[in-house]
């Protein structure tokens, strides 16, 4: 014989926490001794620098000089100056164009050539092509620099003019006479594996049948890719906008050891004239100005990214 | 629950351990009594000579009864990677105990503060009797204090190729003034199609485009450019623009390798490459040039070298200039304010500084001595090239400057880019430098 016993609801919650608030109570420490040292390295690595630059772009310190000794708050000084500075306007508009035709158009679109490309049933070599793109994204920045300073060389040895030569061209000083267009095109080089990379697995998800069904209405290979393929990968492609944006706007180390922002300023981008004010002239104040105006452009472009694409970031 | 709970705190004390590994850093001081400090080198000649030393220095010091240990960090860079990086170990308290270092961060570190002052060292220690007055004055700072002992003292001229000029039937005797010298650089030019000049110009050849080139021109036709009453800047006196239109001659006149002199390392090109092959015959270059550059161990050797060149001082620019040699002595030894070995890096600058240890840094670098007790230590005693810079050290101009050098070397390599470059003549360059350096050096640096 079995007995039952009703115990009152009010007695089960005196005696015994229910799951869920119990499993919480339980995990929350263990959960915080894994975030802890994230969130302080975060907090000590991240964020206190930020508000330490924040900090430094309202006084005037330098790093050298009798003025390293005294520095004052000088309120928003700093950001005045630089925008109203031709210098720093321009190099602003040199960011701007190496990231509209290194990064926005040469980038993604050759990137999704070459991803679509891949996708292709009929392509053989894929394996081959693929590794052939991906090769310039391991290669450090430092080494990939000088392996373009090598090509470009203005000497009849430099690889370019050697081909050159070939074909009867005089030797040519590319990184005098088209500095701009000579990173634009180093930056693609490197930039285009992790775009292709991105939009083949974004391809990938792509449902076979409606690009199917496209084609029995009739759509052409263009319409199909306008009307159903893009649309439906719009997300990841501004994903990659926006990820490209913020690495191409920090790009310092190839631009540096390829043309030092030369000759006469012509790619001096904002993160070489940065470098220049905060390290070189020893201006840290201005320099921080420089580097939160230059946040808050990123900042921005990001939301109007993320707002087109519409997606969760 | 408990192995949950095992797993988290193992997790936490590795976290926390690898942090505390990061935290930990090598002492300078041992417990014992000995310690060691750190010297930094960023010269692969100054990286062997001084590795050279320490061993008879901690000899030295051991039967003194002291037990120090130097520990040298070799590091080859430019100066202005060096400067970059020491700025900052400076800024954070991490800099090596000694460093070796130019005049412009001679000037900006000990002026911010970041360089121990030497005259309480340098007044109970004999040597320093030795120094030239020209020197003593060289190194003196704005407060009146020294900062730093020069390993040794260089005089800048114009090296050119003898063998050269004299095949292609070119006078190679001292030109007198620049006109007289660009009628030469021309011949030469229109025998050979070369660029036969350079001179540090532009932003690729950093801080060298003012030490090395245009302070030098500037330094012989115009000692007034700074007011050491007022310690500031004298943006209008008449000689900037000389030079600045000096540069754009030789430019326009296509004297000068534009192209190699806006690549990155633009002494690669010039003086490592074209100079020792002879397609540069002319090339502004201090005494270093005939070890340090071309000599034997050097970066580019010359083979025959005291045959193949030999030096012109510098012609005179404006109307009345006499041809000068220019003198360089105002870097050298300094020790970081925020050693803690003060006592034993200052003993070790001593050693570095005296005798045979300090005749074998000169003959490495070749440097002229800046002091007057040298000219029979061997191995210096058997250098001519050395000795006779050393003797014209004496009549070489050099003008002492202040706060505020290291923009002044921005802005004119910003605007001499913008002559290699095509964008400017002299007059324009010009403008555009008293805008920058008037901006970089801010109100209290620039003479009203």
Known sequence: ??????????????????????????????????????AVLILVFIVLPAVYGLWLSLTNTQLTGFAARDPKFVGLDNYTYLLTSADFLNSL???????????????????????ILLSRPWIHGKGFFGAAVLMPMVVPEVVASLTWASVLATSPEGTLNRLLNIFGGEPTAWLQTAPMMAIILVNIWRGLAFAMIMFQAALEDV????IEAARVDGAKAVQVFRHVTLPLIRGPVFLYLLLTTISTVGVFGLVYFLTRGGPGGQTRIAAIYIYERALQFSQIGIGSAASIILLVIVLVLGAVYVRLAKVEV | MKRTYVAAAFTASVVAAAGLTGCSAGG???????????????????????????????????????????????????????????????????????????ENMAISWSSAGYLAPLDDYLSEWDGWSHYYPAVKEAITRQDGQVYSLPSGAGVLNLFYRKDILTELGVDTSQPETWDELIGRLVEVKEKTGDTPIVIPAGTAWGGGTWGEGFMPLLGGTDTEFYDTETDTWDLESPGWLAVFELYD??????????????????????????????????????TWGWKFDWGPNGATPIEGLVEKVSTWQFPGLRSGDKPYGWSNTGGG??????SENKEAAWEFIKYLSTGEPLAEQLVASGAASARDDLDDVAPYSEEPQLLQAGEDLGESVFVVTGDGAAQIGQAVASATELILSGQADGQQAYDAFVKDATDLLGPTLVKE
């Open chain 1, 1 to 38: 014989m079995t007995t039952l016993v009703d115990v009152p609801a009010s007695a089960q919650t005196a005696t015994r926490p229910s799951a869920p608030r119990r499993r919480r109570g339980q995990t929350w420490p263990f959960v915080l001794i894994l975030l802890g040292p994230s």
């Open chain 1, 207 to 210: 449902p076979a049948e409606l």
């Open chain 2, 28 to 102: 300078g001081d041992g417990s014992d009594g000995s310690v060691t400090i750190t010297i930094m080198e960023t010269k692969q000649t100054n990286i062997d000579a001084i590795s050279k030393e320490i061993p008879g220095f901690e000899a030295e010091m051991a039967e003194q009864g002291k037990d120090i240990k130097v520990e040298l960090i070799a590091d080859v860079l430019t100066d202005e990677q060096f400067m970059t990086k020491m700025t900052q170990q400076l800024i954070a308290g991490q800099a090596p105990d000694v460093l070796d270092i130019g």
């Open chain 2, 249 to 286: 001659d030789l430019v326009s006149n296509g004297l000068m390798p534009v192209e190699d002199l806006q690549n990155p390392n633009p002494w690669e090109p010039t003086k490592y490459e074209k100079f020792p092959e002879g397609e540069i015959q002319v090339a502004a270059q201090g």
């Open chain 1, 93 to 115: 508009g040199q960011t701007g164009t190496f990231l509209l035709f290194s990064a926005i158009i040469g980038q993604t679109v050759l990137g999704m050539v070459a991803a």
């Open chain 2, 333 to 338: 030894y300094a020790i970081s304010e925020d």
